[in-house]
Protein backbone atom coordinates (compact mmCIF):
# COMPACT_ATOMS: atom_id res chain seq x y z
CA UNK A 1 0.00 0.00 0.00
CA UNK A 2 1.61 3.10 -0.67
CA UNK A 3 0.18 6.21 0.36
CA UNK A 4 -0.88 9.17 -2.13
CA UNK A 5 -1.94 11.86 0.14
CA UNK A 6 -4.58 12.71 2.92
CA UNK A 7 -7.77 14.60 3.57
CA UNK A 8 -6.06 16.94 6.26
CA UNK A 9 -5.47 20.25 5.79
CA UNK A 10 -3.09 22.18 8.11
CA UNK A 11 -3.79 25.26 9.08
CA UNK A 12 -0.38 26.66 9.16
CA UNK A 13 2.47 26.51 7.09
CA UNK A 14 4.61 23.96 7.83
CA UNK A 15 7.91 25.15 7.26
CA UNK A 16 10.17 23.08 9.69
CA UNK A 17 9.07 20.20 7.78
CA UNK A 18 9.69 21.65 4.50
CA UNK A 19 12.79 22.31 5.61
CA UNK A 20 13.86 19.38 6.59
CA UNK A 21 12.23 17.49 3.24
CA UNK A 22 14.93 20.15 1.82
CA UNK A 23 17.94 19.39 4.39
CA UNK A 24 17.57 15.63 3.37
CA UNK A 25 17.23 16.44 -0.85
CA UNK A 26 20.37 18.77 -0.71
CA UNK A 27 22.80 15.98 1.76
CA UNK A 28 21.14 13.28 -1.49
CA UNK A 29 22.43 15.68 -4.23
CA UNK A 30 25.94 15.81 -2.49
CA UNK A 31 25.96 11.98 -1.81
CA UNK A 32 25.49 11.57 -6.05
CA UNK A 33 28.07 14.17 -6.66
CA UNK A 34 30.75 11.74 -4.59
CA UNK A 35 32.06 8.85 -6.57
CA UNK A 36 31.44 5.27 -5.34
CA UNK A 37 35.05 5.39 -2.89
CA UNK A 38 34.08 8.09 -1.43
CA UNK A 39 30.63 7.65 -0.92
CA UNK A 40 31.49 4.28 0.75
CA UNK A 41 33.49 6.42 3.14
CA UNK A 42 30.81 9.05 3.80
CA UNK A 43 28.22 6.62 4.28
CA UNK A 44 30.24 4.86 6.79
CA UNK A 45 31.76 7.84 8.63
CA UNK A 46 28.35 9.63 9.08
CA UNK A 47 25.68 6.48 9.25
CA UNK A 48 24.84 4.30 12.39
CA UNK A 49 27.27 2.00 12.91
CA UNK A 50 26.13 0.04 16.54
CA UNK A 51 29.15 -1.77 16.63
CA UNK A 52 30.90 1.16 17.07
CA UNK A 53 29.03 2.35 20.52
CA UNK A 54 29.45 -1.24 21.96
CA UNK A 55 33.14 -2.31 20.61
CA UNK A 56 35.10 1.64 20.71
CA UNK A 57 38.32 -0.33 19.69
CA UNK A 58 36.43 -0.12 15.99
CA UNK A 59 36.76 3.60 16.02
CA UNK A 60 40.43 3.25 16.55
CA UNK A 61 40.97 0.53 13.83
CA UNK A 62 38.76 2.11 10.98
CA UNK A 63 40.47 5.29 11.51
CA UNK A 64 36.53 7.20 12.08
CA UNK A 65 37.08 10.73 12.89
CA UNK A 66 33.25 11.37 13.90
CA UNK A 67 32.05 10.29 17.03
CA UNK A 68 29.69 7.03 16.90
CA UNK A 69 27.26 9.19 18.98
CA UNK A 70 26.97 12.27 16.83
CA UNK A 71 26.14 9.72 13.71
CA UNK A 72 22.72 9.06 15.38
CA UNK A 73 21.51 12.72 14.03
CA UNK A 74 23.62 12.81 11.25
CA UNK A 75 22.23 9.48 9.74
CA UNK A 76 18.70 10.67 10.00
CA UNK A 77 19.79 12.93 6.50
CA UNK A 78 21.40 10.32 4.71
CA UNK A 79 19.79 7.76 1.91
CA UNK A 80 20.71 4.95 -0.11
CA UNK A 81 19.13 5.85 -2.93
CA UNK A 82 16.52 7.12 -5.35
CA UNK A 83 13.12 5.37 -4.28
CA UNK A 84 14.74 5.35 -0.74
CA UNK A 85 14.62 9.18 -0.34
CA UNK A 86 11.22 9.79 -2.08
CA UNK A 87 9.23 7.06 -0.54
CA UNK A 88 10.70 8.81 2.75
CA UNK A 89 9.95 12.34 1.89
CA UNK A 90 6.81 11.39 0.31
CA UNK A 91 5.77 9.75 3.88
CA UNK A 92 6.88 12.90 5.48
CA UNK A 93 5.09 15.17 3.49
CA UNK A 94 2.43 13.96 4.04
CA UNK A 95 1.54 12.86 7.37
CA UNK A 96 4.40 15.76 9.00
CA UNK A 97 2.73 18.85 8.31
CA UNK A 98 -0.60 17.67 10.25
CA UNK A 99 1.96 17.27 13.40
CA UNK A 100 3.46 20.19 13.41
CA UNK A 101 0.40 22.11 13.15
CA UNK A 102 -0.57 20.50 16.69
CA UNK A 103 2.62 20.21 17.91
CA UNK A 104 3.56 23.53 16.77
CA UNK A 105 6.69 24.49 15.00
CA UNK A 106 9.59 23.87 17.31
CA UNK A 107 8.16 21.22 19.14
CA UNK A 108 7.71 19.17 15.68
CA UNK A 109 11.31 19.96 15.47
CA UNK A 110 12.43 18.79 18.68
CA UNK A 111 9.87 15.65 18.34
CA UNK A 112 11.22 14.81 15.03
CA UNK A 113 14.86 14.60 16.02
CA UNK A 114 14.07 12.76 19.40
CA UNK A 115 12.09 10.33 17.25
CA UNK A 116 14.86 9.39 15.07
CA UNK A 117 17.37 9.59 18.12
CA UNK A 118 15.27 6.60 19.68
CA UNK A 119 15.33 4.94 16.63
CA UNK A 120 18.50 4.71 15.84
CA UNK A 121 19.64 3.56 20.04
CA UNK A 122 16.89 1.20 19.71
CA UNK A 123 18.42 0.14 16.19
CA UNK A 124 21.72 -0.17 17.86
CA UNK A 125 20.75 -2.84 21.12
CA UNK A 126 18.84 -5.10 18.53
CA UNK A 127 22.24 -5.26 16.29
CA UNK A 128 24.58 -4.59 18.93
CA UNK A 129 27.59 -6.46 17.45
CA UNK A 130 26.64 -5.03 13.24
CA UNK A 131 29.29 -3.08 11.47
CA UNK A 132 26.69 -2.38 8.56
CA UNK A 133 25.77 1.44 7.81
CA UNK A 134 22.14 2.31 8.92
CA UNK A 135 21.08 5.38 7.32
CA UNK A 136 17.53 7.10 6.40
CA UNK A 137 14.95 9.16 7.94
CA UNK A 138 12.53 6.35 8.37
CA UNK A 139 12.74 5.88 12.40
CA UNK A 140 11.55 9.71 12.42
CA UNK A 141 9.03 9.47 10.18
CA UNK A 142 7.85 6.80 12.24
CA UNK A 143 7.79 8.74 14.87
CA UNK A 144 5.39 11.06 12.74
CA UNK A 145 3.33 8.58 11.93
CA UNK A 146 2.25 7.70 15.28
CA UNK A 147 1.62 10.91 16.38
CA UNK A 148 -0.28 11.34 13.36
CA UNK A 149 -2.53 8.07 14.08
CA UNK A 150 -2.80 9.35 17.46
CA UNK A 151 -4.03 12.63 16.99
CA UNK A 152 -5.73 12.41 13.46
CA UNK A 153 -7.36 8.53 13.54
CA UNK A 154 -9.95 9.21 11.46
CA UNK A 155 -8.49 11.43 8.69
CA UNK A 156 -8.42 9.21 5.24
CA UNK A 157 -5.68 8.23 3.33
CA UNK A 158 -5.49 8.29 -0.24
CA UNK A 159 -3.95 5.05 -0.72
CA UNK A 160 -2.95 3.05 -4.48
CA UNK A 161 -3.47 -0.74 -3.54
CA UNK A 162 -2.24 -3.60 -5.68
CA UNK A 163 -4.46 -6.22 -6.21
CA UNK A 164 -2.83 -8.92 -7.96
CA UNK A 165 -1.16 -6.34 -10.91
CA UNK A 166 -4.24 -4.37 -10.74
CA UNK A 167 -4.19 -1.27 -9.27
CA UNK A 168 -6.85 0.40 -6.57
CA UNK A 169 -7.55 3.41 -5.50
CA UNK A 170 -9.21 3.32 -1.65
CA UNK A 171 -9.40 5.52 0.97
CA UNK A 172 -8.41 3.91 4.44
CA UNK A 173 -8.54 6.04 7.87
CA UNK A 174 -5.26 6.90 9.13
CA UNK A 175 -5.02 4.54 12.32
CA UNK A 176 -5.90 1.55 10.19
CA UNK A 177 -3.33 2.37 7.48
CA UNK A 178 -0.66 3.08 10.51
CA UNK A 179 -1.53 0.41 12.26
CA UNK A 180 -1.06 -2.03 9.56
CA UNK A 181 2.09 -0.61 8.60
CA UNK A 182 3.42 -0.90 12.12
CA UNK A 183 2.31 -4.65 12.37
CA UNK A 184 4.07 -5.41 9.22
CA UNK A 185 7.40 -3.50 10.56
CA UNK A 186 6.68 -5.29 13.93
CA UNK A 187 6.03 -9.22 12.31
CA UNK A 188 9.42 -8.46 10.17
CA UNK A 189 11.56 -7.28 12.93
CA UNK A 190 10.55 -10.29 14.95
CA UNK A 191 11.61 -12.95 11.97
CA UNK A 192 14.36 -10.92 12.02
CA UNK A 193 15.12 -12.30 15.56
CA UNK A 194 14.66 -15.47 15.20
CA UNK A 195 17.24 -15.89 12.90
CA UNK A 196 15.36 -15.22 9.44
CA UNK A 197 17.26 -14.03 6.23
CA UNK A 198 19.23 -10.90 6.41
CA UNK A 199 17.08 -7.84 5.12
CA UNK A 200 18.69 -4.09 4.25
CA UNK A 201 15.66 -2.93 6.32
CA UNK A 202 16.25 -1.08 9.32
CA UNK A 203 12.73 -3.08 10.90
CA UNK A 204 13.93 -2.26 14.19
CA UNK A 205 14.70 1.45 13.83
CA UNK A 206 11.06 1.79 12.54
CA UNK A 207 9.60 0.05 15.43
CA UNK A 208 11.45 2.20 17.78
CA UNK A 209 11.16 5.48 16.41
CA UNK A 210 7.21 4.44 15.73
CA UNK A 211 7.28 3.86 19.94
CA UNK A 212 9.33 7.00 20.52
CA UNK A 213 6.73 9.14 18.68
CA UNK A 214 3.84 7.91 21.04
CA UNK A 215 6.40 8.70 24.31
CA UNK A 216 7.56 11.83 23.03
CA UNK A 217 3.92 12.77 21.88
CA UNK A 218 2.16 11.83 25.45
CA UNK A 219 5.05 14.28 26.83
CA UNK A 220 4.71 17.00 24.52
CA UNK A 221 0.90 17.30 25.07
CA UNK A 222 1.19 15.81 28.78
CA UNK A 223 -1.80 18.21 30.84
CA UNK A 224 -4.06 18.64 27.60
CA UNK A 225 -6.91 16.36 26.32
CA UNK A 226 -5.83 14.82 22.99
CA UNK A 227 -7.55 16.81 20.09
CA UNK A 228 -8.84 13.64 18.26
CA UNK A 229 -10.01 14.52 14.90
CA UNK A 230 -13.67 13.36 13.76
CA UNK A 231 -14.43 13.42 10.04
Same mark, same amino acid.
Given at each position: ??PLSDENPSKTIPFVNY????????????????????????????? @?????????? =?? /???? +?????? #?????SMFLHGGWLHIIFNMW???????????????????????????????????????????SIGASGAISGVMAAYA @?????????? =?? /???? +?????? #????????????????????????????????????????????????????????????
Open positions: MITIIIINVIVFIFEITLSQQQLTRFIYEFG @IIPARIFFPS =LN /IKYD +FFTSPF #ITYFTALYIFGDNVEDRLGHFKYLIFYIGAGLIAGFVHSIFNYNSITP @ILFPAARIKT =LF /IFFV +FPIIIY #IPAFFYIFLWFFSQLFSGTLSLMGAEGSAIAWWAHIGGFMGGVVLLKIFIKGTRLPFQRI
